[in-house]
């Protein structure tokens, strides 16, 4: 399945049942709502964040009425998320992540790398999963990158690949990526840390990213700007102000 998706902005929601009793999600609805009213055209639904996945079902439910236009992610430790790092526990409920059919599913590619039965089992999910890599202490250089993303894109044409930039030049090396990308591959990449703010907005505009990633208010990843500074970035472009 092809998603047409040009220069938006994703904001990333914790899914979170607090108080331990609230089946509800009654926060997690208020923030998704919020961050479509803010001007948030995707929503990456983090999981990593519950605590309790006893009533997953019950949640995907709830959450249904936004899956058109969001990416379900499930982010291991390891992976520098909030799950833990059970390897058959986190299959177990990303296949019910891709059962229930949203927008995207976000699967790391380390894992999909390394699990042919799980990778199978997606291809004939007929779902559209978005293949993630991160990289939290440095840039790799180009070489690197670009070898990863042909291994990547084995497995969709969605590719996400976030780096560390240690300094602005790392983030130019990331956004140069752009330059040797086929059509057939629709990448987003950028990189964590202060230096790399410049590149969460600058992969849609001088890159050809399909979205970049904000925050409702406070940052769930280092250096990621907020949905509401997003928007004053992007009137300033249209605008042509900058």
Request: charged share 25%; net charge negative; with cysteine.
């Amino acid at each position: 399945m092809i998603v047409a998706i040009k220069r938006r902005i994703c904001v990333s929601i914790p899914i979170v049942n607090d108080p331990p009793n609230n089946d509800d999600l009654d926060s997690t609805l208020a923030n998704i709502d919020r961050a479509i009213q803010k001007g948030a055209d995707l929503i990456e639904c983090r999981f990593d964040f519950l605590k309790d996945f006893g009533q997953i079902d019950q949640y995907l439910k709830i959450l249904s009425r936004y899956k058109d236009q969001c990416i379900y992610t499930l982010r291991s430790l390891s992976d520098g998320g909030n799950f833990s790092n059970d390897h058959l526990k986190r299959i177990n409920i990303l296949k019910r992540l891709i059962e229930a059919k949203p927008l995207f599913v976000d699967i790391e590619y380390e894992l999909i790398s390394s699990d042919d039965e799980f990778a199978d089992y997606i291809e004939c999910s007929n779902s559209t999963i978005l293949v993630s890599w991160h990289d939290f202490v440095k840039t790799p250089n180009q070489d690197e990158l670009i070898s990863l993303i042909n291994k990547m894109r084995v497995f969709t044409p969605y590719l996400k690949i976030v780096t560390t930039a240690m300094n602005i030049d790392d983030s130019i090396n990331i956004l140069r990526l752009y330059q040797f990308v086929d059509n057939h591959v629709n990448l987003i990449a950028f990189a964590m840390g202060g230096a790399g703010s410049i590149s969460r907005i600058l992969c849609v505009i001088t890159g050809d990213a399909p979205f970049t990633y904000a925050s409702l208010e406070t940052p769930i990843a280092p250096g990621q700007l907020s949905i509401d500074q997003m928007i004053a970035f992007k009137k300033l472009f249209e605008s042509k102000l900058i």
